[in-house]
């Protein structure tokens, strides 16, 4: 369905409202990418604690080292798991919506957006479309894919696929942060 997601080497993510029943607001969808602050960097022993019991609306997929196209839960039960400012802010949009949202994650602490900027061991955010064609999603294993840009893309696209296209009153993708 959303295949073709990548433009000309820019990342260019889908922002669509499909509303098939007037009745109901289309589902919100909340994207975070980036780096060290939005990867995490506190452990989960170390959570505040107003975040401890988790949520109770949230939809949550990390396409960085999955993409299954569906979205799971998102909870701090590992003590050495690391938890980051999307947590925090998808606890806010839950204390806001009081409903059912998506949130959807692809991150990765110390990369840039270049290569031979980052150290070979990492995944990279670069977006030539030379370079992109050439390399593999990260999903986990530098061995077989060091694209975070395809990450974030295939990932968003495999949810939209799997899960999202499917929800009945549509969704509507609110931010990317």
């Known amino acids: 369905m959303l295949k073709q997601i990548l433009l000309s080497g820019?990342?260019?993510?889908?922002?669509?409202?499909l509303n098939t029943n007037a009745q109901q607001k289309p589902a919100?969808?909340?994207?975070?990418?980036?780096?060290?602050?939005?990867?995490?960097?506190?452990?989960?022993?170390?959570?505040?604690?107003?975040?401890?019991?988790?949520?109770?609306?949230?939809k949550y997929a990390n396409v960085t080292s999955t993409s299954t196209g569906e979205f799971g839960t998102r909870t701090f039960e590992d003590r050495k798991?690391?938890?980051a400012f999307c947590d925090v802010t998808n606890y806010f949009i839950e204390?806001?919506?009081?409903?059912?949202?998506y949130a959807v994650k692809c991150t990765y602490g110390g990369t840039?957006?270049?290569?031979?900027?980052?150290?070979?061991?990492?995944?990279?955010?670069?977006a030539d479309p030379t370079w992109i064609a050439e390399n593999n999603a990260y999903r986990g294993d530098i061995t077989t894919?060091?694209?975070?840009?395809k990450s974030l893309t295939e990932g968003f696209s495999d949810l939209v696929d799997g899960t999202l296209s499917k929800l009945q009153q549509g969704y509507d993708v609110k931010a990317i942060m």
Request: aromatic residues 14%; positive net charge; without cysteine.
């Open 95 to 101: 204390q806001a919506l009081q409903q059912d949202f």
């Open 28 to 58: 919100s969808v909340f994207i975070t990418a980036g780096q060290s602050n939005a990867d995490g960097r506190v452990y989960n022993s170390e959570i505040v604690d107003y975040l401890k019991p988790g949520y109770k609306y949230l």
């Open 145 to 149: 894919g060091k694209s975070l840009t």
């Open 10 to 17: 820019a990342l260019a993510l889908p922002i669509v409202a």
């Open 112 to 126: 840039a957006i270049a290569t031979g900027v980052t150290a070979e061991k990492l995944p990279v955010w670069y």
């Open 81 to 83: 798991a690391r938890w």
